[in-house]
């Protein structure tokens, strides 16, 4: 007759150490299922079958921070609602490169530069130009200092430059 568990089909046999490990590993794993139970619903209550097995309550012990009654939780909700709400009209007036968002899209506003009241916008060219009239303006404000005070000192950046006096 042959074995049934000798045979070349047979499934491999584990060994008494490897059933033992796997055994351990197991056991380990459902201890950590159990803590990660705990951990993950405190309010399931512990299970003791010690009857000598006592505790102190955290919240009644005489050293327990003070806890606040529920008007004053309420106050302090309403306060922080109003900081949060007073912080954001801060940010929107702050920012007003930020854009206005909305959900409604009945939502409509006016242009303030596009209102019959507004002053009159300059075109880019006539921009140009101003900004033209300006710099040439701050030149010769500059040269007129520079003839009127000859006792301001010559100021430049360049390490390099040499000049002679005139009396020496």
């Known amino acids: 007759a042959r074995c049934y568990f000798d045979r070349v089909s047979a499934p491999q046999q584990e060994d008494p150490e490897e059933a033992e490990y796997r055994q351990q590993v197991l056991e380990d ?3 950590l299922k159990s803590l990660a139970v705990d951990f993950a619903h405190p309010e399931v209550g512990v299970v003791t079958s010690d009857t ?3 505790a ?13 009654d529920l ?14 709400a007073l912080k954001k009209l801060a940010v929107d007036y702050a920012h007003p490169e930020l854009g206005v968002v909305t959900s409604d899209p009945t939502a409509t ?26 710099e040439d ?3 010769l404000k500059k040269l007129a200092v520079d003839y009127a005070h000859p006792e301001l000192g010559v ?7 040499t000049a002679r006096c005139y009396f020496d």
Do not use: K, M, N
């Open 56 to 68: 102190h309550c955290y919240f009644d012990r005489a050293s327990a921070p003070e806890q606040e």
């Open 137 to 139: 303006a701050a030149a």
């Open 52 to 54: 000598t097995a006592t």
């Open 29 to 31: 794993a459902a201890a």
């Open 155 to 161: 100021v430049t950046s360049d390490p390099t430059p």
């Open 71 to 84: 008007e004053a939780a309420e106050y302090r909700r309403q306060v922080l609602e109003d900081a949060a």
């Open 109 to 134: 506003a006016r242009c303030y530069f596009d209102r019959a009241s507004a002053p009159e916008q300059e075109d880019t060219e006539e921009a140009d130009y101003r900004r033209q009239v300006l």
